[in-house]
């Protein structure tokens, strides 16, 4: 469970960065390519402010990768 900033409520969980190249990033649900040695950012926002929080899930898998 992710908290925001901001607000101090609950952020909902489970949206994915995609890059796409006429508009640069947007906020998906879809899958997106990243290199195989990165672990994919996940994204949290707020539903009452909009806050956008990026994260990484697994952080142990992150560093085994390097």
């Known amino acids: 469970m992710r908290i925001c900033r901001q607000c101090k409520c609950e952020m909902i969980e489970g949206f994915d960065v995609a ?3 006429r508009y640069g990033i947007v906020i998906t649900k879809g899958k997106g390519i990243f290199a195989e040695w990165m672990e994919k950012p996940k994204v949290a926002i707020c ?3 909009g806050e956008v929080s990026l ?3 697994n952080i142990d ?6």
Request: with cysteine; hydrophobic share 25%; aromatic share 6%.
């Open 19 to 21: 890059v796409e190249a």
């Open 47 to 49: 539903p009452k402010c």
């Open 55 to 57: 994260y990484i899930k």
């Open 61 to 66: 898998e992150l560093s085994e990768k390097k």
